[in-house]
T-cell receptor, first 114, second 113 residues
Framework: EAGVTQFPSHSVIEKGQTVTLRCDPISGHDNLYWYRRVMGKEIKFLLHFVKESKQDESGMPNNRFLAERTGGTYSTLKVQPAELEDSGVYFC????????????FGSGTQLSVL | GDSVTQMEGPVTLSEEAFLTINCTYTATGYPSLFWYVQYPGEGLQLLLKATKADDKGSNKGFEATYRKETTSFHLEKGSVQVSDSAVYFCALRGGAAGNKLTFGGGTRVLVKP
């Protein structure tokens, strides 16, 4: 069974450009989460989808970040325009049910904004 | 709000040495506690967990005990291997933040042969 996959694994862009990160959760997992780790600090929650609906987006830093999950399958996280402080590792995770505490994480996208 | 504090790394030690990574937390209610590990080039993996006070989570020779009185969940392994080199994250879930995981800053461990 395929795990959570994220694309790209690395992205280097200039300040002001747009970047779109993609996450493919494990098939059948209704719950999809985005987290990020900035500057080697703690990993912080960004948002949570249940199927195609945003259940909790309290961690989204500002309106430059837009997350979507079309059809309740894969998800994209777009940063537009990117700023220097957006650099970090963006993780995606999925789980079959909210009360199932095990989250399956992808290997992350390393984003560098220059 | 909820928070997790863990010792900063990097921690460098020799093979077969004893490893301890301290983790303390602040949370309302009765959260579940976790240790996640990230091996080089891979995603986060759940290493072990404990869901209530005095529970001990264990896996791959690692252990951690949920200590409510000291709000701690220290990770230990009696004899580390080179393959244990990774970044370890302490986390909680089920406090004020609900189902969201709240992570510590991560501790990089390097085991030398």
């Amino acid at each position: 069974e395929a795990g959570v996959t994220q694309f790209p694994s690395h992205s280097v862009i200039e300040k002001g450009q747009t970047v779109t990160l993609r996450c493919d959760p494990i098939s059948g997992h209704d719950n999809l989460y985005w987290y990020r780790r900035v500057m080697g600090k703690e990993i912080k929650f960004l948002l949570h989808f249940v199927k195609e609906s945003k259940q909790d987006e309290s961690g989204m830093p500002n309106n430059r970040f837009l997350a979507e999950r079309t059809g309740g399958t894969y998800s994209t996280l777009k940063v537009q325009p990117a700023e220097l402080e957006d650099s970090g590792v963006y993780f995606c995770a999925s789980s079959p049910g909210v009360r199932n505490e095990k989250l399956f994480f992808g290997s992350g996208t390393q984003l560098s904004v220059l | 709000g909820d928070s997790v504090t863990q010792m900063e790394g990097p921690v460098t030690l020799s093979e077969e040495a004893f490893l301890t990574i301290n983790c303390t937390y602040t949370a309302t209610g009765y959260p579940s506690l976790f240790w996640y590990v990230q091996y080089p080039g891979e995603g986060l993996q759940l290493l072990l967990k404990a869901t209530k006070a005095d529970d001990k989570g264990s896996n791959k020779g690692f252990e951690a005990t949920y200590r409510k009185e000291t709000t701690s969940f220290h990770l230990e392994k009696g004899s580390v291997q080179v393959s244990d080199s990774a970044v370890y994250f302490c986390a909680l879930r089920g406090g004020a933040a609900g189902n969201k995981l709240t992570f510590g800053g991560g501790t990089r461990v390097l085991v030398k042969p």
